[in-house]
């Protein structure tokens, strides 16, 4: 049961904040940071492939699993929760989507202008100068699931390609960053969805809307909440509470 004031804030609002991390794609069948990772990376845990030094340490394993990432992204299809967060755009005024995630699920549901903190697994770039490819990346020619695989050359420099992502240790993209704190301090809304909250700068999105005054809601089937007033939580997953939430104050079904 979705709470009245929640309701009435979101009818309200004129602008809003989506901040989405992992969990948004998990019904997409994309693995979250905290699901165990299957095949070879079982034995590896996301944080420690996820840096610079690990990628140096072994560009193969870096890359492997990358393309594996990349390779489930484009077998996936968006969720009813990346398709309500499109839909919802169309409902308020303003509505700024910032993720953490590295997918295009957001964009394949149609939202536009995402944000993304942490880069994309979509726009690789050369370790060395820094040039991205100009050619379109096909689908890995490793469909199963994932192994070491050396990463292409760059054709400016013959340098090795690294995927475009933020890693940890990395600094984040300065204007997104900006930009996504600028928006939290001015919404009157922020919807926190699928994420843990664990990972900083990122994570300290949803308290800076808190504390300028904003309404924030978590959707999270383990929803963490630490505030009173203000603040919500929808137990469930955004596939379900998302297009629920949009029903009860638009009115329309959302599709899919
Ligand atoms: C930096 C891209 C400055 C790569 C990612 C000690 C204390 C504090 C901070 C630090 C520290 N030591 C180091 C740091 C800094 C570090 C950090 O925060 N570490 C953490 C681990 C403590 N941060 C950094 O390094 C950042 N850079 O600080 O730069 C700097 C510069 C130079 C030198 C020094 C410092 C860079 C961080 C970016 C790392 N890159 N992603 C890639 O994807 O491979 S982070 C990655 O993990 C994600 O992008 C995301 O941000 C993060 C956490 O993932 P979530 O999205 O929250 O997903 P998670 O799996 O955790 O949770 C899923 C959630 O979904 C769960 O809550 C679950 O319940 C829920 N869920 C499940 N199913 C559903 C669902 N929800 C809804 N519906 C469902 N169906
Ligand atoms: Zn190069």
Known sequence: MIPDPLLDALHRARHVVVFSGAGVSAESGIPTFRDSLTGLWERFDAASLATPEAFRADPALVWGWYEWRRMKVLQAQPNPAHMAIAELARH?????????????????????????????????????????????????????????????????????????????????????????????????LLISVGTSGMVYPAAEVPGLAWHAGAVVVHVNPQPQTDRSEREFALAGPAGEQLPLLIRQVFGQATPG
Do not use: Y
Request: glycine share 8%.
């Open 92 to 188: 308020v005024p303003h509505l700024t989507l910032v993720t953490q995630n590295v997918d295009d699920l957001h964009e394949r549901a149609g939202s536009t202008d995402v944000i993304h903190l942490h880069g994309s697994l979509h726009q690789p770039r050369c370790f060395n100068c820094g040039k991205s490819p100009d050619t379109s990346r096909t689908m890995p020619d490793e469909p199963e699931g994932g192994r070491r695989l050396e990463p292409p050359r760059c054709a400016a420099c013959s340098g090795q390609l690294r995927p475009g992502v933020v890693w940890f240790g990395e600094s984040l993209p300065t204007e997104a960053l900006n930009t996504a704190f600028a928006a939290a301090q001015s919404c009157d």
